[in-house]
């Protein structure tokens, strides 16, 4: 078989298109995410992420670890937001064994919960401008990100994978002071967020670059499972903490605003996911509030020496900053889970790729690939 | 009519550049090698520079190992990139990709032997020879300089061409779009200059600016120069042949040490020779700034302008560094309809306005009647483009808002769980791999076969 072609892009080179690999190392795809493009001229006409580069076995890997061994493992998948991923695991056996956890101890991690949402919002809203172009907001994100990390260093030991989450609460108690100094961080980033809200927001480049780019319809969310931020700018009105609440989410009712938006373009992701930080500043302190007023009490359960999860199945799922978490946990009644299933918001959102870049440009694609949150390690697992 | 073409035959004839061109060869050299090291070490000052102006911007420190301050990190950049590695990428077209860091560098130089850095009327005096602080002047100076700076632009392009590779292809396309339009608006912005000055001759722009600077004058056309100086250097918010988070590196992807050097060192060569031009035509070249020249009659004489002059330049590198800091990248078809529908009319209006300007002042009409004709013709210009914005608003609402369609009433989440659609209900067709065979994917270079390479 002979095939004649020209080879060029543009005009007089219909038929014939040039690939373009985005990645496995590229700027944009932080991290390994490999996108293969087809280009006719700079409009994309086709579009197929490729991804497994940096597959671990999570799934796999949990099926040989015990109960608390798993959480280790668990925060890793999605390194921005390690506490919320420890936590499906915690509450998925907790579920299984029917433990009551102490009270103190479901609001200490609904806090930690929320500020690691803003840890994990503050790195985007200061990565995606970097994506456009803007060299400067990044290193302000990390400014305000240095003071939540150090609260959270202080109670965990931990930067980035905290390892607080223990069946049955947490692994220790607040430090002595904890709360004051957490609440004064809580109000330093606060009172740096118009950074965010003028500079970046209010930019005339970035709103002509992510306005009207990149719209992802309802029917597509629906089609692929996207959800989080990505979901609610689209206008999908659906938040596990509001939806089905876990932890204390259902007391924080007054203060907890799902915020959505219905252009479902770039800008509308990205103002979501600003409000949403301002919001999760909100509930951090409302749950501080909430933990001065509680007695003082136990902060996690005593378990026995071999912990066993009896025989069943359950599906714990908690509202991740980027999206759904869940894992479906099904028990033999061994030390092990029987099989740990592994539901990570990133790998469904990314999907929603191919349907969203065919048709336009290169540069868009880089807004859109920002605009799409998600963290290389939670689509690989 | 008549005492306009005399006054402008006057004029012309008055251009005195009868100073130049009577150095002493060593001379010449000597300036020469001047202008070359001038350039150099401003490249090298602004490098360091950036990077701290920008650090302090982005709340950091910056370099501060080499040298005092960091002053000589950019040197030793230069070294470690010299003694890096050189790779010529096997697709690449050889000769044209040595050459293009050479063609791209040279003319960045070229350009500034045409602009005055202190008096032409033989100020300042080497090794007892008198002599203009200029290396020299043409009578068509500035267009001298248009020429030099489009020729480095092929530098890029071929390039973007020869590495035989994706990115630097997309890269070098981009680039002569973005040369071709942003030179017309930086042309006619010169040509108000021109209508003011009398003189093509860079020399004469300086003299004729000694009452008044231009950027007074003609503040619209300093703008358009301004922005049209940030695109043709290919700088953020306009860096889009470079395009780091799109394109990898743009042009200069599969460049690597010297051949990298010489395009960095050219994109900052280019800088401070926009920023020359600039001061040149509209800051009032070496003169000194206004308060000071009034209290300080000596600040215009000797080797005093050489300061003036090389503060001015540096106040607009600031400026460009300023933008790299705050700006994020303009998306390239956003970039293009600025330079042909707001940029060129602008700039082509406005000259016509200083055209008329010029041409009434010659009949001899009274300056309030000269405000009354051109004031009119801008409220009529004002006017026109209210309505067509009004037109233009109308069209976009009434345009669809959403792509993709209105949502369909399924609910993956109906009673709290994911379920499967309904009967009546479609899900879009699950992706898959389009088969190898129905396409052909062909890639830019040959012998880079790849595994989606020519269907082997």
């Known amino acids: ?381 | 009519m008549i005492t306009t073409a005399a006054q402008a035959a006057d004029s012309l004839a008055a251009e005195n550049l009868t100073m130049f061109g009577t150095d002493p060869w060593w001379l010449i050299a000597i300036k020469a090698v001047f202008c070359f090291a001038f350039a150099m070490l401003t490249v090298l000052f602004s490098i360091v520079w950036e990077r701290k102006v920008v650090a302090w911007m982005q709340l950091r420190i910056g370099p501060n190992r080499h040298g005092p301050w960091g002053m000589l990190q950019s040197l030793a950049d230069g070294v470690k990139l010299m003694l890096k590695e050189d790779l010529v990428v096997k697709g690449a077209d050889k000769v044209v990709y040595i050459l293009a860091p050479i063609v791209s560098a040279i003319p960045a130089f070229m350009a500034f032997a045409v602009i005055p850095f202190g008096p032409a009327d033989d100020e300042i005096s080497v090794f007892g020879t008198r002599t203009p602080m200029q290396l020299t002047d043409l009578p068509v100076g500035v267009l001298y300089v248009l020429a030099v700076a489009s020729v480095g632009i092929y530098g890029i392009v071929l390039a973007g061409w020869s590495s035989g590779s994706t990115y630097p292809l997309l890269g070098g396309l981009r680039s002569t779009a973005q040369m071709i339009s942003y030179e017309i608006a930086m042309g006619v912005a010169f040509a108000s200059v021109f209508l003011y000055s009398h003189s093509m001759s860079t020399s004469q722009i300086v003299a004729a600016q000694q009452s008044r600077w231009y950027i007074l004058l003609l503040p619209v056309s300093f703008l358009i120069y301004i922005v049209s100086m940030v695109g043709e250097t290919n700088r953020a918010p306009f860096d889009l042949p470079e395009a780091e988070g799109e394109l990898v590196g743009g042009f200069n992807t599969e460049y690597s040490s010297i051949k990298f050097a010489m395009f960095m060192l050219a994109e900052y060569v280019n800088m401070v020779t926009v920023s020359a031009i600039a001061t040149t035509l509209f800051l009032g070249g070496w003169r000194a700034p206004w308060p000071l020249s009034t209290v300080w009659a000596g600040a215009n004489h000797g080797w005093w302008p050489l300061l003036w002059f090389t503060i001015k330049i540096q106040l607009l590198l600031f400026v460009f560094i300023w933008l790299r800091g705050t700006l994020p990248r303009m998306r390239y078809d956003q970039f293009m309809k600025l330079g042909w529908k707001v940029l060129i009319p602008v700039s082509v209006v406005w000259l016509m306005l200083v055209a008329s300007v010029r041409a009434l002042r010659n009949e001899n009409y009274t300056f309030q009647s000269v405000l009354l004709y051109v004031g009119g013709a801008g409220l009529a210009m004002l006017l026109l483009s209210l309505v067509v914005d009004v037109f233009l608003d109308r069209a976009r609402r009434s345009a669809p808002p959403l792509r993709g369609g209105a949502p369909e009433p399924f609910d993956p989440m109906a009673g709290g769980f994911p379920v499967p659609p309904l009967p009546g209900q479609t899900l879009p067709p699950v992706p898959r791999r389009r088969p190898r065979g129905e396409r052909q994917l062909v890639s830019t270079a040959e012998n880079t076969n790849g595994e989606e390479g020519n269907g082997a």
Not at chain 1, 97 to 106: I, K, S, T
Request: proline share 5%; aromatic share 8%; net charge neutral.
């Open chain 1, 1 to 381: 078989m002979t095939t004649e072609t020209t080879i060029g892009i543009g005009g007089g080179a219909e038929g014939t298109d040039m690939v373009l690999n985005i990645g496995p190392q590229h700027p944009s795809t932080h991290g390994v995410l490999r996108l293969r493009l087809t280009l006719e001229g700079e409009r994309i006409s086709h579009a197929e992420p490729v991804v497994g580069y940096m597959h671990r076995g999570a799934e796999k890997l949990f099926e040989a670890r015990d109960y608390r061994q798993i959480v280790m493992l668990a925060n890793r998948h999605d390194w921005l937001s390690a506490f919320s991923n420890e936590l499906g695991v915690v509450l998925a056996v907790e579920r299984m064994l029917g433990m009551e956890v102490p009270q103190r101890a479901v609001w200490t991690r609904t806090l930690l919960a929320e500020l690691n949402r803003v840890l994990n919002h503050l790195m985007f809203l200061g990565s995606y401008p970097l994506e456009l172009g803007g060299i400067t907001p990044i290193f302000y994100a990390f400014t305000e990100r240095e003071e939540l990390q150090h609260v959270m260093e202080e109670v965990s030991g931990g930067r980035m994978h905290y390892m607080f989450n223990r069946v049955g609460g947490l692994k220790e108690d607040l430090p002595g002071g904890w709360l004051g100094r957490a609440r004064q961080a809580v109000a330093k980033v606060r009172s740096r967020m118009e950074v965010f809200d003028q500079l970046v927001l209010g930019n005339e480049i970035f709103r002509g670059r992510t306005r009207g780019v990149g719209a992802l319809a309802p029917r597509i969310i629906h089609a692929y499972g996207v959800s989080g931020p990505l979901a609610r700018a689209s206008g999908v009105d659906f938040d596990l903490r509001r939806d089905e609440p876990y932890l204390a989410y259902g007391e924080l009712r007054g203060t907890l605003k799902v915020v959505t938006r219905t252009a479902g373009d770039c800008l509308a992701r990205f103002e979501c996911l600003l409000e949403q930080t301002h919001n999760s500043l909100d509930l951090a302190d409302a749950c501080l509030d909430r933990l001065a007023e509680l007695p003082p009490g136990p902060i996690n359960q005593r378990l026995p020496k071999v912990l066993k999860a009896p025989e069943g199945e359950t599906y714990a799922w908690t509202e991740n900053p980027l999206g759904i978490n869940g894992y479906y946990l099904v028990s033999k009644g061994d030390k092990t889970p029987y099989r740990l299933k592994l539901r990570s918001a990133s790998y469904n959102n990314i999907q929603a790729l191919t349907e969203l870049l065919p048709g336009t440009l290169v540069a868009d694609m880089v807004a859109i690939l920002g605009s799409f949150f998600f963290v290389v390690g939670d689509i690989d697992k």
